[in-house]
């Protein structure tokens, strides 16, 4: 079992910046792949980012390419997503997730465990 928090949400306004930060506890967080996800309010889940275990992969939806970064420290058990000229568009909760994949996927039901969201508010 992996249990994931999120924190890092708020309102901020168009062109601004955030960092999400995803905490797991429980199993070996370092041999996982994690990904970040959004939901907007009528929406389906879309994938904004993803990690490998080691850090050597990263993967964006190209509507975030350039803007936000996703990182990880295995010896702190947290994953980051640092949100960078943000647009109101971006508004959402925004979950990270654990997947046992040995590659970034970027399919929800590839994604074991998450996170109860935290969210991200983009004022014009």
């Known amino acids: 079992q992996v249990q994931l928090v999120e924190s890092g949400g708020g309102l901020v306004q168009a062109g601004g910046s955030l960092r999400l930060s995803c905490a797991a506890s429980g199993r070996i967080f370092s041999r996982y792949t994690m990904g970040w996800f959004r939901q907007a309010a009528g929406k389906e889940r879309e994938f904004v980012a993803g990690?490998?275990?080691?850090?050597?992969?990263?993967r964006y939806a190209d509507s975030v390419k350039g803007r936000f970064t996703i990182s990880r420290n295995n010896a702190m058990d947290t994953v980051y997503l640092q949100l960078n000229s943000l647009k109101p568009e971006d508004t959402a909760v925004y979950y990270c997730?654990?997947?046992?994949?040995?590659?970034?996927?970027?399919?929800?039901?590839?994604?074991?465990?998450w996170g109860q969201g935290t969210q991200v508010t983009v004022s014009s």
């Open positions: 997730a654990v997947s046992a994949s040995a590659v970034v996927t970027t399919t929800p039901t590839n994604y074991d465990y």
């Open positions: 990690i490998s275990w080691n850090g050597v992969n990263e």
